[in-house]
Structures are given as structure tokens and as C-alpha cells.
């Protein structure tokens, strides 16, 4: 990793930005994909699939037959960590639903908020080069809590364990599609894939560019994800091996991945440097997580107070503090995605089985985003009910505002339901 010691403010910044993507390019080859899937349905998927898999698709859905054969695949001890993270993943995410509580704010004013499950949405789970079956497990479970309706999964892998997680999750249906024309089909719907409301999951940048396009139509989507980042600040309590072995699980996800260490001290970033130098070899994705490395930075900064005003200017997907005192120095970051505190905390552990979401702001976004939760697969319906009694109360102060913002049908509403209780 490339070292940077003690800069200036004025250039962390440039430190900090991330790589820009020509998104204009990629909008202009999926445009055309989301307007075959639109205007041919099933008919437009099977002429991607043969221009781009080289396949002829007579059937779009997984069938009973193939859920059923996955989980003969699986071994056992596979089937109990998925049935293990599911039990976590739900504890955690349970508490999140809230019960309506009725506050009555005036005598006889009654207002609540409902929270209904979005009835259908749509979860894209990528094939590349890892299958993301833990992905399943962390967008379907609050589908399930939220009281999702129908839940439907589009994926291009074949990997068993997906269509294990789909079943363990509830997926009331899943397809063998990928890529822009999967988000296609489930915004615009076809003969085969039911259209959603609203659309979860990660993917390349035609995936994240499809959904960015279907969003602007009216089609909600989880958030705008970018490559998947970790920082990590590290003190002399820290151990190198295992900040070093942190940066390489999130590296290995891909060239593109953003990694960045800070530290107050020079011998521990060095000592950092050498353990991944090691540990890169032993890794099978060495090349994806190398390229990441390389682009990746090491600060060096000169206080606590320094790494704390850096790490919340750059705002990561997952930080990791392995530092004394994790949870005091976690007090003051406002802005991250997920935060991992200690030497026994590692990303990993969040990424599949802990209880918490692994789907987070990536890109800058932490500043005013949050990780998914049950809250995203629900909209929140408020209610109000006003008595006889109520109206009275609270009909004067409606009358005045109302005329006083020229609405004088608005001001009738109220009087005449005064008038007549006269
Ligand atoms: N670190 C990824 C999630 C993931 N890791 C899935 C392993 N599998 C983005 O938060
Ligand atoms: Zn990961």
C-alpha cells in the first residue's frame, strides 16, 4: 500500500476521492437492453440471453424440481453456517419492527404510523466470480420480517446454496437472469418475471446503472451502489496480521474495491505493509485483491483527532476500529455504514453471519444513507382520527392557518363540521 505521511487537510480531499466511473458509456448500452426487456418482454430476455450468454432459454424460472435438488447438494455443515446466519440475521433485524403506537396529541386528535410491508419487490443477486448466497440471506430476511408479499430473486448463477438461502428466505419466485435485463424485468415485469415495486441487491455497473435508469421511472431501488469499501484505523493495540488479512477479505472482492488504513503510527503501517505482501500470496484471488491493494492508501496522521475527522470526511461502507477505547472513538464517527469495533471484530463476520446487513452506503453515500434494514422493504402509512370532541379543539387553529394561506375551501372543511355541532 502506498503510505502517506502526515498530510495536509487541504489534501485530503484529493485522498479521499474515489474513482469516477464513465457512466454515460454504460447508460448508453443499457438503455437499449431495458427498452427490448420493455417492449418484448420474455421475447427481448431470450434474444439477450443468446447475444450475450450464447443460450437458448426456453424457461426463465428455477423449477420445484431444481430448489429441491440444491439443498441435496449442499453438504451438511454448508446447510447449518446458512441456517446459523439465518437465525442471527433474524434475531437482529426482528427488533426492528415497530408496533403502531397511537399518540393522541391534542384531546380527541389521534394520529399513528402503520409500517406495511412494499407488497413486491425484487431482489438481483450477481454470478461473477463469488456467488453472493449470503446476499439472499441479507435482503430476503427483512423482506420476510417486512411482510413482503411477493418476494421475487433474478440471478445468473447456478450456485446451489442461492436457491437454498431463496428457500430458507421465503422467494416466492426466482429466475435464471442476469445482469441489465434482470433489473428490466422485474421494473417493467414480462410474460414470465412479475413486475415489483421496488429493487434490492448489488452488481457490475450495468446492473447499478439499470437500476439508477428504472429509479427514475418510478421504480424505487435500495440505494446507488458503487465498488464496496473498508477503512480501517489502527493503534499500537492493533495486530498487523489481522489488518492486513481485513484489507485483503474486502480487496478480494474485486479490482475496483476501496481500501484505506489509518494509523498514528508509521511502524504499525509498515508492519502492515509486510503482512500483506505474505498473506496476498497464500490468497486464491490474489490477482483481484493485488490490483485493489496497489490502488488502495495508507495515512499516516498525527492524532486520534486527525483519524476521526478523516474517517468521517471519507465516510466508508465498513470501518473497522481496532483501537483502544473502539467504542468511545465510535462515539464520534457520524458518518460510516457499519462500524466494527476491537481485534476480534472482523468485517467478515458482518459480511454473513453476525445479525447485522451486509447491503450498505457505499461511495460517499454513508453521509446521508443507511444500510438496509426492515425499514427499507416498508412504507409507513400514517393514520389520523378526530372526535366531536377533537374538532373542537382543534378545528380553530386549522381555521386560522388556512385563511391565512388564501385556502378558504380548506378553513370550510372545518367549519362546517363545526356549524353543525352547534
Ligand atoms: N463485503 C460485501 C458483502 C459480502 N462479503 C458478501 C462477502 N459476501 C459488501 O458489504
Ligand atoms: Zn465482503
Known sequence: MNIISYPERSEWPELLTRPVQDSLAIEGKVLPILDLVKTKGDEGLRELAKKFDGVELAEFAFSQQEFDAAEGQLD?????????????????????????????????????????????????????????????????????????????????????????????????????????????????????????????????????????????????????????????????????????????????????????????????????????????????RRELAAQSIANSKAILVNSTYEAIDILNDYAAEHLILSVKDAELISDKIFNAGSIFLGNYTPESCGDYASGTNHTLPTNGYARAYSGVSVDSFVKKITVQHITEAGIKNIGPTVEIMAHAESLDAHKRAVTVRLNSLL
Not at 184 to 193: F, L
Not at 234 to 258: T, Y
Request: charged content about 15%.
Open 76 to 284: 451438511e455443515e454448508l446447510k447449518a453456517a446458512i441456517r446459523q446466519a439465518y437465525q442471527n440475521i433474524y434475531t437482529f433485524h426482528k427488533v426492528q419492527l415497530q408496533p403502531a403506537e397511537k399518540i393522541e396529541t391534542m384531546p380527541g386528535v389521534t394520529c399513528w404510523r402503520r409500517s406495511v410491508g412494499i407488497e413486491k419487490v425484487g431482489i438481483y443477486i450477481p454470478g461473477g466470480t463469488a456467488p453472493l448466497f449470503s446476499t439472499v440471506l441479507m435482503l430476503g430476511i427483512p423482506a420476510q420480517l417486512a411482510g413482503c408479499k411477493e418476494v421475487v430473486l433474478c440471478t445468473p448463477s447456478n450456485h446451489p446454496a442461492i436457491l437454498f438461502a431463496a428457500k430458507l428466505v421465503g422467494v416466492t419466485s426466482a429466475f435464471r437472469i442476469g445482469g441489465a435485463q434482470a433489473i428490466a424485468a422485474m421494473a417493467y415485469g414480462t410474460e414470465s418475471v412479475p413486475k415489483v415495486y421496488k429493487i434490492f441487491g448489488p452488481g457490475n455497473q450495468y446492473v447499478t446503472t439499470a437500476k439508477m435508469l428504472i429509479s427514475k421511472e418510478g421504480i424505487a431501488i435500495d440505494m446507488p451502489a458503487g465498488p464496496s469499501e473498508v477503512a480501517v484505523y489502527a493503534d499500537d493495540s492493533a495486530v498487523a496480521s489481522f489488518v492486513a488479512a481485513d484489507l485483503l477479505s474486502q480487496a478480494e472482492h474485486g479490482a475496483d474495491s476501496q481500501v484505506l488504513l489509518v494509523s498514528t503510527s508509521g511502524k504499525f503501517l509498515t508492519a502492515v505493509n509486510e503482512e500483506l505482501a505474505t498473506q496476498l500470496e497464500a490468497l486464491p
